[in-house]
């Protein structure tokens, strides 16, 4: 039985971003010789969040305002008396800030048109993901 973390670190470049970070994982599955198991990717952050879904610009877009209509940037919170990115903080909390992957003979097992996606909620920043590999 294998347990290895590493980690990924991300820049982000807007308020608001979504990356798709498929490629950066797999890298690290490759990289560290996975095989079978649960890899956890896990956000160090309470202003950012990750997910599954499709990569495509008008997914990126829709997604990016539905964050903006629910969570209201400008939005009259109590938090942002403090440091004005409670919009940030509630949007990771329902999102989430992990995601966990099954590896199966040494690939991400995702479906046709998943990808891993980093949502950025209040850039722009330097992000680090930890990742956590169980299995062999």
Known sequence: MKFEVSSLEINTNERIEILDITDKVENIVNQNGYKNGILNLYVLHTTAAITLNEYEPNLEEDLKRIIKEIFKPDGNW???????????????????????????????????????????????????????????
């Open 78 to 136: 109590k938090h942002n008396l403090i440091d004005n990115n409670a919009h940030a903080h509630l949007a990771s909390s329902l999102i989430g800030n992990s995601r966990s992957l099954l590896i199966e003979s040494g690939k991400i097992v995702l479906g046709t048109w998943q990808r891993i996606l980093f949502i950025e909620l209040d850039g722009p920043r330097k992000r680090m993901i930890k990742i956590v590999f169980i299995g062999e």
